[in-house]
């Protein structure tokens, strides 16, 4: 009998299986934390992962009923080729949602990542999967596919649709700019942060326009905070100023509740020569200037926690893994995985991590419970 009570067997509990009825000889539960337990612990395909639970049975058995043993790697595959991404992302997104009530939630950033070496009809030619990650707390809180012949601005959607979004302030790069995306998290309760680009020519036109006016003006009447952040090194020095306009005049109806619009300026130098760079925002979020410039910047730590770690830390874009929903399953599997590790107070990199993961029970266990349960 199960010595441990693990909080996260809770989440999988309920969730529908793929399987004729036949065929399951291992419970659907003991598969998702197997899997979980052994990409923590280093696997990176299902052959790895049955060689983790047949080295580990013993262990796994104080907390997993496992009637029938370790399921071979052809079973890991097809029962994540065959589960549904959606019903997976929305127990782990309940799951992080217990998390978050205790860890008191705020930025949310959601971005995409390409998995090059897997194939697929998407936008970007491969399986693409798009992530929402809260940057304070260094967790992944839900996942959604792009799907066959779609793009991201479909996708995201789908993912808001599985957050708790209350209290939650929501940072899209231009891809995400539209007004269905902005309307969804302000009907969540939350706050948005979009960047604007040229995908949306009519309000980045009119977003500069709030700001040459104001410049032209001098800010004269115009209600508006500024903050400088300076950083140096490396031979470089770089300027980011962000300026904040409040209650703009001038933007095309249909954005709902639009607080400010926002401008990120940035200028480098280095080496003697200097450039400049402008960007633009459009928030519901009547921040600071230094608030709102904060969260701009956190945004792209979804790139370098999440996307980055993925491919450094577990081969992520050499994985070719793409057959029915396995990718995303087990891309979802390794954000989870991702996640826990970065909760774990020890020194050192996520691979030497997994490392002692594979070595030491104690701290694989210790890893699983990194989260509070609810």
């Known amino acids: 009998m199960p010595q441990h009570d693990l909080a996260l067997t809770r989440y999988f509990v309920d969730l529908p299986d793929p ?3 036949r065929t399951k000889k291992h419970a659907l539960g003991d598969i998702l934390v197997i899997a979980l337990c052994a990409t923590i ?3 990176d395909s299902c052959e790895e992962v049955e060689r983790f639970g047949r080295a580990k049975h013993a262990w796994l058995k104080t907390f997993l009923a496992l009637p029938n043993g370790i399921p071979s790697h052809d079973t890991f595959y097809r029962v994540f080729a065959r589960f549904d991404p959606k019903r997976f992302a929305g127990a782990v997104a309940r799951w992080m949602e217990a998390v ?3 860890t008191g939630l705020r930025h949310v950033a959601i971005d995409g990542k390409a998995v090059r070496a897997a194939p ?8 693409h999967l798009v992530s929402a990650w809260a940057t304070e707390n260094r967790l ?4 959604e596919p792009v799907a066959d012949g779609s793009h991201e601005i479909a996708a995201i959607p789908e993912l808001l649709k599985v957050l708790a979004l209350k209290g939650a ?5 231009a891809a995400g700019c539209q007004k269905e995306i902005a309307g969804q998290v302000r009907d969540g309760g939350g706050d948005y942060l979009l960047a604007v680009k040229g995908n949306q020519p009519t309000l980045h036109e009119a977003v500069r326009a709030v700001f040459r006016r104001a410049c032209e003006a001098d800010f004269a009447g115009v209600r508006c905070d500024g903050h400088e952040q300076a950083e140096d090194g490396h031979g470089r020095h770089e300027g980011p100023d962000t300026v904040v306009v409040y209650d703009p005049a001038g933007l095309p109806p249909g954005w709902p509740d639009v607080a400010a619009v926002v401008l990120v300026g940035r200028e480098r130098s280095l080496k003697g020569f200097d450039t400049s760079t402008a960007h633009f925002y459009i928030t519901s979020l009547r921040g600071t200037a230094a608030e709102l410039g904060r969260l701009v910047r956190r945004h792209w730590a979804v790139e370098d926690e999440l996307h980055w770690m993925l491919d450094v830390a577990f081969g992520e874009d050499s994985n070719r893994t793409a057959a029915g929903h396995a990718g995303a399953n087990l891309g979802l599997v390794r954000r989870v995985a991702a996640s826990l590790l970065q909760q774990d107070p020890d020194r050192g990199s996520i691979k030497a991590k997994r490392l002692s993961a594979a070595l030491d029970e104690s701290y694989l266990m210790r890893v699983l419970r990194g989260f509070p349960a609810n």
């Open 19 to 21: 399987r004729v009825d």
């Open 41 to 43: 612990a280093g696997a």
């Open 100 to 102: 978050c009530e205790v």
């Open 169 to 173: 302030l929501v940072t899209i790069d």
């Open 120 to 127: 697929g009809e998407t936008f970007s030619g491969c399986l």
């Open 140 to 143: 992944v809180l839900g996942q």
